[in-house]
């Protein structure tokens, strides 16, 4: 390691994973960059590492043999499976929270029964372990109305009931074991109406240093239809989430649920995402993620101008009150490009060419399910595979970009949503 310059592992494969390791290979603080496993497009900044992120033991390995000064913990999974508190333990500095603040995302119940107790913003829920209990809670509300399987099911847990028919089928699907132990409980909760927005604030336990605003598409088709996926397409910053917005999600959401979780001895350090409904009483928290949203973060790491790597280091050893961020005036948008028939089941294998002729100053692409054999011939792997990720003066500008740099790609398997910022174009044109 050179002197005062630090090696980093980033952990995950997706287009966050790829956007972190282009924002951290910037900066003049880094020795040596490793991602494991990393993805088709992370090998052109980082060193991809074939390393087990369940086996938390090889990775404190890994990082002991590598002198790795800092681990960024990109995906929810070994966040929730306490990989941070394994390296703290072993005196490896981890961005990401604990086992136990990650449950933030790791259970609902747990960040409902928090709000609850912290006097929160969220729809009003019930919390129930046994069938007889939710159906009975159910007779007596109205529908539409949301049944979620309280643990990490992969974005697939949420049921947006239109009829007390249907909400009493989820939770007897959930109960059932549709969606294995993540059901093991769930929450019943009022339906909220409003726009969403995404919010990242950077936490060391004590500080919260507001990061940027975003929203993402997470429907599969053009007009928000079709089934929920990972997210199609993000653009930041959120025009509506204004800076009162901002200020008054601060005092109401996070700085409380900071509080609330130090009590609870579970400070929470990290990137905390606050999936938000903005309704007429004001912004209601959804849902909490203890990581970055991904495709959000592609458009945040594409505005951010400040260095990353201090602003991470000092929400993981608590020096967060010494750091402040540059964000670009620009917006930034990312049209994610899927395999055909995502998000149900697709081929892998199919082959993209051209992404070489994507980049300008304005527009670059960041894979998600990529691998780059030894010829660099780049395959789909996975089901969101490319992240074409612009900036613009203007959304619209942002938007053009990104739809050029899309159609220069050559990838018949592969489809994108073509309407991605479209709330924030009607916006921008009034
Ligand atoms: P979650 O995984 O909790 O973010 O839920 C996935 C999506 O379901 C959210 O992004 C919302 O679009 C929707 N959703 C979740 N909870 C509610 C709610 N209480 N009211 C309305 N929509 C919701
Ligand atoms: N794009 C939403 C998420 O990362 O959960």
């Known amino acids: 390691m050179t002197e005062n310059k630090l090696n980093i592992l980033v ?10 390791c282009w924002k951290i290979a910037q900066s003049p603080l880094l020795a040596n960059l490793f991602c494991a496993p990393g993805n088709g497009g992370t090998g052109n900044v980082a060193q991809n590492i074939d390393l087990n992120m369940d086996d938390h033991q090889a990775v404190v390995d ?22 941070a508190d394994a390296l703290t333990a072993a005196g490896i500095a981890a961005f990401g929270p604990s086992k136990e603040a990650a449950q933030l995302e790791g259970s609902k119940g747990y960040t409902k029964d928090l709000c609850a107790e912290a006097n929160i913003p969220t729809a009003a829920y019930g919390r129930f372990d046994a069938a007889q209990a939710a159906h009975d809670y159910l007779d007596r509300q109205s529908a539409p109305i949301v049944v979620k399987a309280d643990g990490l099911a992969a974005g697939k847990g949420v049921i947006i ?31 909220l109406t409003g726009e969403e927005a995404s919010f990242f604030v950077l936490c060391d336990g004590e500080n919260a240093l507001p990061m940027a605003t975003a929203q993402d598409h997470k429907r599969v088709g053009d007009g928000d239809t079709g089934p929920n996926t990972g997210g199609m397409g993000a653009y930041s910053p ?10 008054q999600t601060m005092q109401e959401i996070i700085l409380p649920t900071m509080k609330a979780m130090a009590e609870r001895g579970a400070a929470y350090r990290g990137v905390l995402f606050a999936g938000l409904m903005l309704t007429p009483q004001g912004p209601k928290l959804i849902e909490y993620n203890c990581r970055f949203g991904d495709p ?13 790597v201090p602003a991470l280091q000092a929400a ?24 055909n028939n995502y998000p149900a089941a697709y081929e892998k294998g199919s082959v993209i060419s051209q992404l070489e002729n994507v980049d300008t100053d304005d527009t670059m692409v960041f894979h998600a399910g990529t691998a ?55 916006r921008e044109q009034g």
């Open 11 to 20: 952990l995950g494969s997706g287009g966050r994973e790829h956007a972190l």
């Open 62 to 83: 890994f990082c002991q043999a590598q002198q790795i000064g800092l681990v960024v913990i990109g995906p929810e999974a070994p966040l929730v499976a306490g990989l």
């Open 161 to 191: 009931a239109e009829t007390l028919q249907q909400a009493h089928e989820a939770i007897d699907d959930i109960f059932g074991g549709a969606f294995g132990q993540a059901g093991a409980e769930l929450v019943i909760e009022e339906f």
């Open 238 to 247: 959120a025009s509506i989430m204004t800076p009162a917005l901002v200020e």
């Open 296 to 308: 959000e973060c592609q458009v945040l790491m594409q505005r951010l101008d400040s260095d990353i």
């Open 316 to 339: 993981a050893n608590g020096s967060l009150a010494n750091i402040s961020l540059n964000w670009r005036d620009e917006v930034a948008m990312t049209v994610v490009m899927a395999a």
């Open 372 to 426: 780059r054999d030894e010829n660099g011939t780049i395959t789909a792997i996975g089901g969101r595979v490319l992240n074409v990720t612009a900036k613009g003066k203007t959304v619209a500008q942002a938007r053009d970009n990104a739809y050029i740099g899309v159609g220069k790609i050559d990838w018949p398997e592969g489809f994108c949503r073509q309407d991605i910022g479209w709330r924030e174009i009607q």
